[in-house]
T-cell receptor, first 117, second 115 residues
Framework: DGGITQSPKYLFRKEGQNVTLSCEQNLNHDAMYWYRQDPGQGLRLIYYSQIVNDFQKGDIAEGYSVSREKKESFPLTVTSAQKNPTAFYLC????????????????FGEGSRLTVL | AQSVTQLDSHVSVSEGTPVLLRCNYSSSYSPSLFWYVQHPNKGLQLLLKYTSAATLVKGINGFEAEFKKSETSFHLTKPSAHMSDAAEYFCVVSESRSSASKIIFGSGTRLSIRP
């Protein structure tokens, strides 16, 4: 079945450690996104990518890094520079909306919950 | 740059009464607009999307939204609330451009339904 797979579902990290969250999609979508969800703040955009080997910072990119070496994969690294990394992270992808150049519907993974100990 | 503001963080209505969740957007280009719903401990589900073909957009579960360019609004409505509508609702905007499309979520509105 087509969809987005995020792993791990739960992750614990000690302060000062980098961690990488995996996101894989088999929907053949060009665009992929990483969001962070905190209570009362909605989803905030961390990074997004429209094509392989290209990505842009979102609104809260500091302390995060990404790569897009393959169309199917968009891993997110939470670095030790991220001051408050404990959160729920959502990966999404979208195709192009029919008849326009804009994005279509976002398809989400099930999320990864990161806790810093 | 685009932005989106959900005017109410929490809305409470009685079952069977109308629902109105307000959303204002800002965009330099022709926007794409969406509403998503997230039930407790569940994933995000698309309710409806604005495609520029019609200003009144119908979605799932009886929800609809009207795109008003003059007011830069995209409010979500439902004529009669049901207990199962209790959830978090997000208004989403994206600028329709040929280059990278940034998709921005509002801060969300929590909808509570009173019996």
């Amino acid at each position: 079945d087509g969809g987005i797979t995020q792993s791990p579902k739960y992750l614990f990290r000690k302060e000062g450690q980098n961690v990488t969250l995996s996101c894989e999609q088999n929907l053949n979508h060009d665009a992929m996104y990483w969001y962070r969800q905190d209570p009362g703040q909605g989803l905030r955009l961390i990074y997004y990518s429209q094509i392989v080997n290209d990505f842009q910072k979102g609104d809260i990119a500091e302390g995060y890094s990404v790569s897009r070496e393959k169309k199917e994969s968009f891993p997110l690294t939470v670095t030790s520079a991220q001051k408050n990394p404990t959160a729920f992270y959502l990966c999404a992808s979208s195709g192009i909306r029919v008849g326009t150049s804009g994005p279509g519907e976002l398809f989400f993974g099930e999320g990864s919950r990161l806790t810093v100990l | 740059a685009q932005s989106v503001t959900q005017l109410d963080s929490h809305v409470s209505v009685s079952e069977g009464t109308p629902v109105l969740l307000r959303c204002n957007y800002s965009s330099s280009y022709s926007p794409s607009l969406f509403w998503y719903v997230q039930h407790p401990n569940k994933g995000l589900q698309l309710l409806l999307k604005y495609t520029s073909a019609a200003t009144l957009v119908k979605g799932i579960n009886g929800f609809e939204a009207e795109f008003k360019k003059s007011e830069t609004s995209f409010h979500l409505t439902k004529p009669s609330a049901h207990m199962s509508d209790a959830a978090e609702y997000f208004c989403v905007v994206s600028e329709s451009r040929s280059s990278a499309s940034k998709i921005i979520f509002g801060s969300g509105t929590r909808l509570s339904i009173r019996p």
